[in-house]
């Protein structure tokens, strides 16, 4: 008997499983029973025969399981730095040939997660996979209830075992910390198994489903904890929990990321217990160094996507000017704030991958670049949730370029700078066709430059309506 609430927050702190049944199926073929945790042994009682499994690790009432069959049984072992545990598959007899040929590649995504994350949480018992006649899957601590072996499924459910089982989900508002996680861990396999190109389509992937729907938040409502297709939404809870993630990832870097969920997995008052959205979040910020307020409220709390304009031109050999514009797909976001990933190709090949940390709209970034930038590509290798995004080379000059004047043009020793009343100057640089600063003033109408080289000059000018480029051929 397991006493317990059948509550979220009231995990029992160990498991006894006694099953009773006949020994033998009316085809004469054993049953073989599996449950949470360790089989301790098989009492024969006549025609019946006792199994008893132990589990001596927290676990919440959901995943307690048992299941009996004519399975065949195998194992896997997990080396784990010297202290091996088994992977013990249950499986039905007609299907233990291909089983057999799937289950093995749970050992490389064991010890990758292992890698990445910290030792399997249930090391000192065993991890397993017992088939079962629904689709899909089911974390039942130790041991995945599993309606086919294919190997997205086998990482799925095995993340669940840092994720959803030592750690669970505080309330059903916060079931992300469990399926957009497990979701992301399919993906981290994917990246570290076989590499960018496919971890990029995969990515691509989650982002058309997110994007399918302009709206809809991964954090559930009031309302929506009473509504089982919301909280288990593909869309919502899986994907975009999924790429909440990984953008989180690359904002905050690599060894933050990870050092965060290290943090978050080993934090005595969550591991083996109970963790809430708003419990992982300041982890994530002590192991960034960064206030990520803003960006869960935008990704995680509220709805929609981005869609975004990026115009850009090459004022210089040396420069490429960017601007980036941003509508929202749910009004409920007034501007998401994120790094842009951006790639410069170049008219020979070149390419240069650069991200813009855009916080508002309209904003004008300058970046160095070595080589004739022939186009922009967004979101190279679908890192950013959005839609409908478009790259245009501003050809012409603005209005208010257009405004500011340079003359005489050609110059010899001086040229005078005409600008509309109402736009203030704040400081003008002249570069050469090198990229070289070669001179740097406060707003002043008139430059002299008969000290400079013959050639053209690059003079940009800073502004109260952003930055304006203009250019000067020097006698």
């Not at 009996?68 to 091996?84: A, C, I, L, M």
């Not at 070595?370 to 995004?389: G, H, M, R, W, Y």
């Amino acid at each position: 008997m397991v006493l317990c609430k059948q509550d979220l927050n009231d995990k029992a702190d160990s498991l006894d499983v006694y099953i009773t049944t006949p020994r033998f199926n009316p085809s004469n073929e054993e049953y073989v029973a599996v449950s949470n945790g360790l089989e301790q042994s098989q009492v024969i009682n006549g025609i019946n025969k006792t199994t008893h499994f132990k589990h001596r690790y927290a676990i919440p009432a959901y995943l307690i399981a048992i299941a009996v069959t004519n399975y065949e049984v195998y194992s896997h072992t997990v080396d784990n730095s010297g202290n091996p545990f088994d992977i013990v598959n249950y499986v039905y007899p007609e299907n233990l040939s291909s089983a057999q040929a799937s289950t093995p590649i749970t050992v490389d995504i064991m010890n990758l997660y292992s890698n990445l994350f910290e030792e399997y949480p249930f090391a000192n018992e065993k991890y397993g996979h017992a088939q079962f006649g629904w689709g899909g899957g089911m974390e039942h601590t130790t041991v995945s209830f599993m309606g086919s072996f294919g190997r997205d499924l086998i990482a799925h459910e095995l993340a669940h075992q840092w994720f959803g089982d030592k750690i669970t989900c505080g309330s059903w508002k916060d079931i992300w910390l469990n399926e957009g996680f497990a979701t992301y861990l399919s993906g981290l396999t994917i990246e570290n198994l076989d590499g960018g190109t496919s971890f990029k389509s995969w990515k691509a992937q989650l982002i058309s489903s997110i994007t399918s729907i302009p709206n809809g938040t991964v954090y559930l409502t009031d309302t929506d904890t009473t509504n089982v297709n919301r909280i288990f939404s593909s869309r919502l809870t899986y994907n975009k929990g999924a790429m909440v993630l990984h953008m989180l990832r690359k904002k905050i870097g690599d060894n933050n990321f990870f050092q965060g969920i290290k943090n978050y997995l080993s934090n005595v008052n969550y591991a083996y217990s109970y963790a809430k959205t708003e419990d992982f979040i300041p982890i994530m910020e002590a192991a960034s160094g960064e206030n990520l307020t803003a960006f869960f409220n935008n990704w995680l709390y509220k709805e929609g996507y981005p869609s975004y304009t990026i115009e850009w031109n090459q004022p210089s050999v040396n420069q490429v000017h960017i601007q980036i514009s941003q509508t929202q797909s749910d009004p409920s976001v007034s501007y998401f704030e994120a790094p842009v990933p951006l790639r410069l190709i170049g008219a020979l090949g070149e390419t240069l991958d650069i991200t813009l940390n855009n916080t508002v709209n309209q904003e004008d970034f300058f970046n160095s670049v070595n080589f004739t930038v022939a186009s922009i590509q967004f979101d190279p290798e679908a890192d950013l949730i959005s839609k409908n995004n478009t790259v245009t080379l501003a050809n012409n000059k603005s209005e208010i370029e257009n405004n500011f004047l340079l003359y005489p043009n050609p110059a010899q020793d001086n040229f005078t700078i005409t600008k509309p009343d109402n736009i203030e100057v704040d400081q003008i640089k002249i570069f050469n066709i090198f990229g070289q600063l070669l001179y740097q003033t406060q707003w002043t109408q008139k430059i002299n430059v008969a000290s400079f080289s013959s050639g053209v000059l690059f003079v940009q000018l800073d502004t109260s309506q952003g930055v304006i480029n203009k250019s000067v051929l020097k006698n």
